[in-house]
């Protein structure tokens, strides 16, 4: 089957510990992304990548780094940095170029810092 | 940047009804809004999207309106079910070139009573 897959689905951490999500796609897409979401706040872009060895910061990157060196991966983590890391957090792949941005989704990795 | 405003945050109807949920954007160059489903402890799913040069768009239950002039889109669910029950978000960007990004409202919390 085709799609995204994040791992794990719950993730506890103490605080002052860095953490890595994982997000893998099998959908040969070019293009893959990194949200946040709060109860409340919707979803809020923290990091993009449209090409592999490339990314952008998106509107809360501070606190968070990824990497992207190769297609299919694109993992997230979470540094001692992040004041608030408690949240949901959504993986997304999408087509580069082309008339069609349409982003899928995975399930997420609900993060919890004590 | 862009910035998506979407109401209301929570809205309850009974079954057979119909729902509306309503989004504004402010960047005039964004042209391409997609509406995305969630239920809970899942990632987001497409269920309909349009583009700026269509006014309207049917799928089944499901309908969006785009008012250009205006800067705002609707989504129309019609005879809604209980398995409609779920948190609904509408999105904006602009299509084309190296842009991929997605500007999401904060969402809207549907429930079906049966």
């Known amino acids: 089957d085709g799609g995204i897959t994040q791992s794990p689905k719950y993730l506890f951490r103490k605080e002052g510990q860095n953490v890595t999500l994982s997000c893998e796609q099998n959908?040969?897409?070019?293009?893959m992304y990194w949200y946040r979401q709060d109860p409340g706040q919707g979803l809020r872009l923290i990091y993009y990548?449209?090409?592999?060895?490339?990314?952008q910061k998106g509107d809360i990157a501070e606190g968070y780094s990824v990497s992207r060196e190769k297609k299919e991966s694109f993992p997230l983590t979470v540094t001692s940095a992040q004041k608030n890391p408690t949240a949901f957090y959504l993986c997304?792949?999408?087509?580069?170029?082309?008339?069609?941005?349409?982003?899928?989704f995975g399930p997420g990795t609900r993060l919890t810092v004590l | 940047g862009e910035n998506v405003e979407q109401h209301p945050s929570t809205l309850s109807v009974q079954e057979g009804d119909s729902a509306v949920i309503k989004c504004t954007y402010s960047?005039?160059?964004?042209?391409?809004f997609p509406w995305y489903k969630q239920e809970l402890g899942k990632g987001p799913q497409l269920i309909i999207d349009?583009?700026?040069?269509?006014g309207e768009k049917k799928d089944q239950r499901i309908a969006v309106t785009l008012n250009k002039t205006a800067k705002h889109f609707s989504l129309h669910i019609t005879e809604t079910q209980p398995e409609d029950s779920a948190v609904y978000f509408c999105?904006?960007?602009?299509?084309?070139?190296?842009?991929?990004?997605?500007?999401f409202g904060k969402g809207t919390l549907l429930t079906v009573n049966p």
């Open positions: 997304a792949s999408s087509m580069a170029g082309g008339s069609n941005n349409e982003q899928f």
């Open positions: 959908l040969n897409h070019d293009a």
């Open positions: 990548s449209q090409i592999v060895n490339d990314f």
């Open positions: 960047d005039s160059a964004s042209n391409y």
């Open positions: 349009i583009r700026s040069n269509v």
């Open positions: 999105a904006a960007s602009r299509r084309g070139g190296s842009n991929y990004k997605l500007t």
